[in-house]
């Protein structure tokens, strides 16, 4: 009947993952979507690359744009440290409000901000409404044109830091050839590409990790 993706998957997780249970979110999301209907989270594989960047900085403040129905917002908030705190975006509303529901029934509600809006707007205004210096961490995963345009608009509104990290979905699949050229090309940037595939499938994609250097 007339639901979308995000509400299938939503209803998948109340009705499969126990509540409170941040990996029975992710499992129950990861397994509904390589069997039932494909839907674009970061997924098991890369998801798996993306924890271990999160474990290695500790980020006391990291965020994500895009966050789509939550999957890897649950995934990284369940793997940071006490006292810190995601920052997530989205602009689409149907969106925000499964996500939303997602982190809720994952139990990882008090580690995870979700603002409804466009970044553009919002970064710009981030150091005001929640007296932050900088980010230690940025998961970019929304509109893969908008990737650099952000990156830039981040720099320009002194949120990163020497020693920053921006970690980038779908580098390859969708694709982001601006971003890439523009992190890999920048003196003011150190990146590496980790080699991975698009979620769910055999598709090849990769994550890019990039310090910035100041
Ligand atoms: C622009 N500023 C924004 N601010 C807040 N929320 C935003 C903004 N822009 C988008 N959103 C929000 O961020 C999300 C957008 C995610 C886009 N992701 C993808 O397109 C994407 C696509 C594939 C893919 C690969 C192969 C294929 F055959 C088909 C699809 C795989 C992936 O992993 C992806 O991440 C959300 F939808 C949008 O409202
Ligand atoms: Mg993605």
């Known amino acids: 009947y007339g639901s979308t993706r995000p509400e299938r998957i939503l209803a998948e997780v109340k009705s499969k993952a126990t509540r409170g249970d941040a990996r029975s979110v992710v499992d129950t999301i990861d397994q509904y979507c390589r069997h039932q209907e494909w839907a674009m989270n970061v997924g098991d594989e890369k998801g798996t690359i993306l924890d271990s960047i999160v474990c290695e900085v500790k980020p006391r403040a990291m965020l994500e744009l895009g966050t789509y129905c939550g999957y890897s917002a649950v995934r990284i908030a369940s793997l940071l440290p006490p006292n810190s705190r995601l920052i997530t975006m989205e602009f689409n509303p149907v969106f925000a409000a499964i996500a ?95 080699r991975s595939h698009l979620e769910y499938t055999r598709v090849e994609d990769g994550i890019e990790k990039s310090v910035f250097l100041g």
């Open 100 to 194: 939303r529901q997602v982190i809720a029934w994952a139990g990882v509600e008090d580690k995870v901000v979700l603002i409804e809006g466009p970044s553009g707007d919002w970064i710009p205004k981030m150091k005001k409404e929640f007296g932050l210096t900088s980010f230690d961490l940025v998961f970019l995963d929304h509109w893969k044109d908008c990737y650099l345009p952000d990156t830039k608009l981040m720099e320009e509104c002194g949120l990163l830091r020497t020693g920053s990290i921006l970690v980038a979905d779908n580098v390859i699949c969708p694709g982001a050839p601006d971003y890439l050229e523009y992190v890999r090309g920048s003196p003011r940037y150190e990146s590496k590409y980790f």
